[in-house]
């Protein structure tokens, strides 16, 4: 099945108060809120806090989801961190030249491993033929 990983948007409408509370994050983005403060204990993410509540702007918003886009492509946290640190905070995540060089190299690395998987199907199929022949 082959999904389709689109840049993100700007939602059609602002959230209420210029913020969203952890809950509306989720359903917005379809995570789960402890995955969300997953996010943040990896410093991928910094709302900022108002009391004991986390809040997030639209800027948030748009990093978690390629944030979660990169991690359904396979990309390491650590490098998810790496480009965040050498983007600035308007800079749009995805659109940036230094993903597209990470995700060439990403793309170079699963293709090794497939075919490493591949050479280690073919080889244990042909032990497995050898041991019940």
Not at 69 to 95: C, K, N
Not at 121 to 133: C, G, H, Q, R, Y
């Given at each position: 099945m082959e999904q389709n990983f689109e840049l993100y948007q700007e939602p059609d409408a602002a959230p209420q108060n210029g913020f969203l509370f952890i809950g509306e994050l989720a359903k917005l983005t379809g995570t789960d809120p402890k995955t969300i403060r997953f996010y943040?204990?990896?410093?991928?993410?910094?709302?900022?806090?108002?009391?004991?509540?986390?809040?997030?702007?639209?800027?948030?918003?748009?990093?978690?989801?390629?944030?979660?886009?990169?991690?359904?492509?396979?990309?390491?946290?650590?490098?998810?961190?790496?480009?965040?640190?050498?983007?600035?905070?308007?800079?749009?995540?995805?659109?940036?030249?230094?993903?597209v060089g990470l995700l060439r190299q990403h793309l170079d690395t699963l293709r090794n491993r497939q075919a490493e998987i591949t050479h280690q199907?073919?080889?244990?199929?042909?032990?497995?033929?050898?041991?019940?022949?």
């Open positions: 943040e204990r990896a410093e991928l993410i910094s709302p900022p806090r108002h009391g004991r509540f986390r809040t997030y702007l639209a800027s948030d918003v748009r990093r978690l989801k390629n944030v979660l886009t990169l991690r359904r492509l396979g990309v390491p946290i650590a490098q998810i961190r790496e480009i965040l640190a050498m983007l600035s905070p308007e800079e749009d995540v995805l659109a940036s030249e230094k993903t199907i073919e080889k244990t199929s042909s032990a497995l033929d050898s041991l019940v022949a």
